[in-house]
């Protein structure tokens, strides 16, 4: 099992869990977080004045998926959240050793999708 880690635009979050749930991906934690990549922050103009933005909002959507999900995963996310600008987000694959209920006492689950 693998942990995929996508972080993207905030107003392309909509587009992303439709697809992902099309796709039959329907467990996933979101977060709202703030950060900034290569961009190094944006300049906005606000009352005439160029305002300094460092930490641009973004949405954090972390799936555990089946090791032979994890492509699919990884495109209906980049295909849907996709600007075509600089900012629209990274991806991270990690591997998941187990996986712990907090409901039972049941250790380890072959499939994500029970937990």
Do not use: H
């Not at 991906?25 to 160029?50: D, N």
């Not at 959507?61 to 996709?82: H, L, Q, S």
């Not at 629209?88 to 591997?95: A, K, N, S, T």
């Amino acid at each position: 099992m693998k942990m995929v880690t996508a972080v993207i635009r905030p107003e392309m979050f909509d587009a992303v869990r439709t697809a992902l749930e099309a796709g039959g991906i329907y467990g996933m934690t979101v977060s709202e977080v703030i950060g900034r990549g290569a961009q190094k922050g944006i300049a906005l103009k606000f009352r005439g004045k160029t305002v300094p933005v460092e930490l641009i909002p973004k949405v954090k959507i972390e799936m555990v998926v089946r090791d032979a999900d994890v492509d699919r995963v990884i495109g209906i996310c980049r295909a849907n959240g996709r600007t075509g600008k600089p900012g629209d987000g990274r991806i991270f694959v990690l591997p998941v050793e187990s996986i712990c209920r907090v409901r039972t006492d049941l250790e380890e689950l072959e499939d994500p999708e029970e937990a």
